[in-house]
């Protein structure tokens, strides 16, 4: 299977959610509508605990609404300054049904700074990561 999906962000955010003094979550979200809306909807997100013996699951990779969610599965995550691209793993090809994801955006400087940031924090020790 060799399905690529591509779009447009219209909505890019960049979230870090504290649940717990000792857990957060990290994320970068990207639509190319209301979430309630048809359209594509892809969230990557990282549970980080500052519990040394707390299991780290990696990045999870959510398509909206609830159709899959997917932790580890990125083969490469390349993001450029009006770009990225997700290659999934042959495994997570069989529960996304997508091999690469290409999604467009267009962000002022200090947005796409937070972004590259909060990439980083999502996909640290990450070897999937290139940021160009």
Request: aromatic share 10%; glycine share 4%; net charge negative.
């Amino acid at each position: 299977m060799d399905t690529e999906i591509a779009f447009f962000a219209a909505h890019v955010e960049t979230q870090n959610q504290e649940y717990t003094p000792d857990f957060v979550v990290v994320g970068i979200y990207f639509s190319e509508n209301d979430e309630l809306e048809r359209g594509q909807h892809w969230h990557f997100t990282r549970g980080i605990s500052s519990d040394e013996h707390e299991q780290d699951d990696g990045v999870c990779t959510v398509k909206e609404i609830q159709e899959v969610t997917l932790y580890r599965g990125i083969a490469r995550f390349q993001l450029e300054r009006d770009k990225l691209m997700c290659e999934f793993s042959d495994d997570a090809v069989r529960e996304t049904k997508v091999k690469r994801l290409l999604i467009q955006f267009q962000l002022h400087d200090v947005a796409y700074a937070e972004l590259v940031e909060m990439t980083k924090s999502v996909f640290q020790d990450d070897e999937s990561l290139v940021i160009i």
